[in-house]
């Protein structure tokens, strides 16, 4: 015990990140379980508005701040020093710092619960003037701001770590343009993540200026604007977007190349990207305002649409590496196969509401849920659940049974797209986002059956994925250093590593090391 | 070629069109022009600071046929493995603002607590 | 679904022109990358006495494939440009005026000449619009940021503390249509429901100089 709450090892702080982050998606995910059971039948009386309300913020906020986006820095925080045979990060007690800042900032957020007035209830979006409001969500909704600054202050110590480690403690021999691209990927998130969070660490801070010193930052009654907190809102929240998909990039672009026995196609072409997609995601925020009247629209849905270029290559590029390849459908890389046919969907959909006068139609509803839950659940997630059974072994050195992990997968992929699909149409015939309950109008009874159905073969499929873990754990079976064939330096030193990663470093004359031999 | 400064560059180089670009499109609108300027002037700073690590860093990694004689491990230096002071630095920041909130007997104690393990934790780091 | 098909306003006619172009790129785009994968995977499957390819690139291929999405992209904005630009431009002498104010949580639509009418969660208000009319719209809020949203005029627009918008809408059906505030504005958030009412232009001005007593 005393071990894991001192360590400063970039391997026990990555799997410190791993299990709270797993931890918190469990909640999650039984969170989005009761918004399904909700919402599975209109007029539904199972949760009140309050209770519902609270139920919904609590599953966005722990979804994007507690799950996705620190499950790819915490990764990052166990794969970048071994891709780049560094012993360990730069500032290891930085490190340390970090994790705990964002496990004790997660666990405030929830301590909400236990409030007078209940848990935060403003969505994970919490605009103000909504969330400056005391009646209803008193504590609560304080503990969700500071939770998150404390999350928003470990996101940005550990991006610096990264930023410091990747370009100063390479191994000899590895160059930058050797670097494997899910380290490039992180590069591009930390630099993303140095100019978004700071905005976002004031915003909140301007709340708790307004809530509790008597501020009026968004007050229009004495000069405030709402507005300006959106627009620091969103200077955030859409890079924050990338910060969860950017490392999910990264994590697809290694399983697909490892497992269709290619090197990575257009490598250079990969990295580019990576910064064109962080670059431009900086200039596309209120894409989230078009509605607001108080934005350029046109402005905003041209940079947006110039993203799908670079997201665009990156398509070419996966499909370009499995071409002539020998690919093994392995479960890690029908995961990233998952993830390419949600995510595409998902952007394609995004291209979509980036078009204002469809926007116009789409905003705060249904259809926007369908669309970032492809993007961030059928993306981000099903790449999550492929970096789980791709570094298991090395991380745990134990390895998750394949048989089940296929039908984890199948069970994900249908439940998923049976949960998600169905909601593009509820958008259209009339279902806002965030609404407890929904009259018998249209398809909605029928749509939203489909959805909560969906979502009960997507609870199976986790579940399973956690009985495979406790197995694999308790079988034991030790594996080799490198048990998929993998090319990057990683798989050059025993599973799990020893303390400093390397006894004997491997000569690097390649983006391929492993394969050199 | 120094490809990290390469990029920062090209960063802060982006970074000072899109706010031009944003301040003649919507010149009216104050809040995103101030945004991006911020942000332009970070990737600057970053940039610059790019510059400064190049020159004075010696990096192993840049030279693709770098001999291995400089094996990573221990020669990188010592790394620590241990520390009791990052948790107690993130459990006094929480007390610290929870503090600042609700009891400022509490933001004071936790405050200078903070304050005491930032400067133990300071002095370790500077041993190992 | 159907407002998608037969939106009830003249703006709606114009913005489906603007889904259509899309979900139909979205589709062809889609179709294409789709085909490309599960051909990766039919014919690439891993088999004994195949070696794998060892290209690594193909800058000339590379840059093709991103030049398309460029021009594509650029179409598409165009679309957008064009479809967008009458509908966020508000008419300078609309026949009709009518304010509505969003307030926790219900709405409040005032014709002017006294005639206003308000309503509750479980008693929504009726906001009868003249069929045929361009009628301007102008939306404030007494307390947090609403949205106004009619899915059968495939359209929103935000009701924000201390600013007002403005929009125009000319109904093209008459009928009566489910509305509801679409941004997240606390506790009853769900039930913040109003009915837009089209009725012919006759009726709705019998409704405004009988004082609001004759409802059409
Ligand atoms: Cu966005
Ligand atoms: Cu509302």
Partial sequence: MIEWLTATNHKKIGILYIVSTLAFFVVASLLAGLIRAQLARPENTLLDAHQYNQVFTLHGTAMIFLVIAPFGIGLANYLVPLQIGAPDMAFPRLNAIGVWLFILGGLTVFAGLAAYGGAAAAGWTAYAPLSELTEGTGAGQDLWFVGLLLVSVSTILTSINLLVTIFLFRAPGMTMWRIPIFTWEIAATAVLVLMAFPPLAAVFAMVLIDRHL??????????????????????????????????????????VATFSRKPVFGYVGMVLSAFAIAGLSLGVWAHHMFTTGAVSNPFFAAVSFLIA????????????????????????????????????????????????????????????????????????????????????????????????????????????????????????????????????????????????????????????????????????????????????????????????????????????????? | MKTFVGLFAASALFGIALAVAYWFVAHEEATGAALLGCMAAALVFTAGYAVVAERSADLDGDDPNEPLERVAGEELGIFTTRSAWPILVASCSLLTLAGTLWSPALAVAAGIALILCCWRLGAESARV | ??????????????????????????????????????????????????????????????????????????????????????????????????????????????????????????????????????????????????????????????????????????????????????????????????????????????????GGTQKP
């Fill in chain 1, 214 to 255: 008597g501020g009026h930052f968004f007050d229009p009654a004495y000069g405030g604007n709402p507005i300006l907190y959106q627009h620091l809102f969103w200077f955030f929240g859409h890079p924050e977007v990338y910060v969860m998909i950017l490392p999910y990039f990264g994590i697809v672009t290694e399983i």
């Fill in chain 1, 309 to 517: 270029i670079p997201t665009g290559v990156k398509f070419v590029n996966w499909i370009g590496t499995m071409w002539k390849g020998s690919i093994e459908l392995s479960t890690a890389m029908l995961f990233c196969i998952g993830f390419m046919l949600n995510f595409l969907i998902g952007g394609i959909t995004g291209v979509m509401i980036a078009s204002p006068p469809i926007d116009y139609a789409a905003h705060d509803t249904y259809f926007i849920v369908q669309h970032f839950h492809y993007t961030i659940g059928g993306g981000s997630m099903f790449a999550l659940f492929g970096a789980l059974f791709f570094w298991f072994p090395k991380i745990f050195g134990v390895r998750l049974d394949e048989r089940m992990g296929k039908w984890t997968f199948a069970l994900l992929f249908a439940g998923f797209n049976a949960t998600f699909l169905p909601m593009a149409f509820m958008g259209l015939e009339g279902m806002a986002r965030r609404v407890y309950t929904y009259p018998p109008i249209g398809h909605l009874a029928l749509l939203n059956g489909i959805a909560s159905f969906g979502a009960l073969v997507m609870g199976v499929g986790t579940a399973l994925f956690f009985i495979n873990v406790v197995a694999a754990v308790r079988r034991r079976v030790p594996v080799p250093p490198n048990p998929w064939d993998g090319y990057s330096l990683e798989w050059l030193t025993a599973s799990p590593p020893p303390e400093f990663n390397f006894h004997e470093l491997p000569p690097i004359r390649s983006r391929i090391p492993a394969w050199d031999r």
């Fill in chain 3, 1 to 210: 679904m159907r407002w998608l098909f037969d939106p009830a306003s003249q703006q709606g006619v114009a913005m489906r022109a603007d889904w259509y172009v899309f979900v139909a790129a979205g589709i062809a785009v889609g179709l294409f990358v789709y085909a490309a994968i599960f051909w990766c995977l039919i014919a690439y499957r891993r088999r004994t006495g195949r070696e794998p390819a060892a290209f690594k690139n193909n800058p000339p291929l590379e840059i093709t494939y991103a030049a398309i999405p460029f021009l594509l992209v650029l179409a598409l904005f165009a679309v957008t440009f064009a479809i967008e630009m009458p509908i966020d431009e508000a008419a300078a002498s609309p026949q009709q005026r009518i304010s509505a104010t969003a307030f926790r949580w219900s709405w409040q639509f005032d014709y002017g000449g006294g005639v206003v009418s308000s309503g509750t969660t479980m008693q929504p208000p009726a906001l009868y619009l003249p069929l045929g009319r361009t009628t301007e719209i102008a939306l404030r809020s007494a307390d947090v940021t609403h949205s106004f949203w009619v899915p059968a005029f495939l359209f929103k627009r935000d009701a924000i503390p201390g600013m007002t918008n403005v929009f125009d809408v000319t109904p093209r059906h008459a009928g009566t249509y489910l509305s509801r505030c679409a941004q997240f504005c606390g506790l009853e958030h769900g039930l913040m429901t109003f009915y837009v009412k089209v009725v012919p232009a006759a009726a709705f001005d019998r409704y405004l100089s009988s």
